[in-house]
């Protein structure tokens, strides 16, 4: 089975603060995404890496950055946490299409708080 | 951009009964996937739909694909409490595949 784990469920961090969000899956994946999940606006990505050290943004990659120095790890930082960053944090995982498959696999999520 | 629309965005159904959510895609693409979310998890993949005319069945969800229609089905048949979740279905981009547009979700409440 393919595993994708997130570092915490749950983050309260202070507005300002500098928050790390790690995010390792273990099926030798190429494709590693970050999405935030709001209500009533869905799934919206944040970031994607197709390879190691390699980023793309996604719909809304302002106030994150994102850091793929392995390839089994993605990190999603906050520089300066905010709260409209209150959310939901989702990390995926996918092969290469090469491998026959698009997929994405979903890690459990991390709900993080800005107070 | 590519845009995906599902409704309905609630179903209040009760065990026993069938009923159907649909997904639709603005522009081309040939691939799409359905996904369970349950309140304050993650999503969980139920169905990967690769070609038209596409149809899978896990249990009492039934899947299908009509990329001409631009249309993805979801059939419950003869629902229990169980499948109380909210559904999201996703069209990967058809030239990029990492990019996926995602559904607002079908939260279906089944009553027992």
């Known amino acids: 089975d393919v595993k994708v784990t997130q570092s915490s469920r749950y983050l309260v961090k202070r507005t300002g603060e500098k928050v790390f969000l790690e995010c390792v899956q273990d099926?030798?994946?190429?494709?590693m995404f970050w999405y935030r999940q709001d209500p009533g606006l869905g799934l919206r990505l944040i970031y994607f890496s197709y390879d190691v050290k390699m980023k793309e943004k996604g719909d809304i990659p302002e106030g994150y950055s994102v850091s793929r120095e392995k390839k089994e790890r993605f990190s999603l930082i906050l520089e300066s946490a905010s709260t409209n960053q209150t959310s939901m944090y989702l990390c995926?995982?996918?092969?290469?299409?090469?491998?026959?498959?698009?997929?994405?696999?979903f890690g459990p999520g991390t709900r993080l708080t800005v107070t | 951009e590519l845009k995906v629309e599902q409704n309905p965005l609630f179903l209040s159904m009760q065990e026993g009964k069938n009923y159907t959510i649909y997904c639709n895609y603005s522009?081309?693409?040939?691939?799409l996937y359905w996904y369970r979310q349950d309140p304050g998890k993650s999503l969980e993949s139920l169905f990967v739909?690769?070609?038209?005319?596409a149809v899978k069945q896990e249990g009492r969800l039934m899947a299908s694909l009509d990329t001409k229609a631009r249309l993805s089905t979801l059939h419950i048949t003869a629902a229990v409490h169980d499948l109380s979740a909210t559904y999201f279905c996703?069209?990967?981009?058809?030239?990029?595949?990492?990019?996926?547009?995602f559904g607002s979700g079908t939260k279906l409440n089944v009553k027992p």
């Open positions: 739909l690769l070609s038209n005319g």
């Open positions: 995926a995982s996918s092969p290469s299409p090469a491998a026959g498959s698009y997929e994405q696999y």
């Open positions: 099926m030798d994946h190429e494709n």
């Open positions: 996703a069209v990967d981009g058809r030239y990029n595949f990492n990019k996926f547009y």
């Open positions: 522009t081309t693409s040939d691939r």
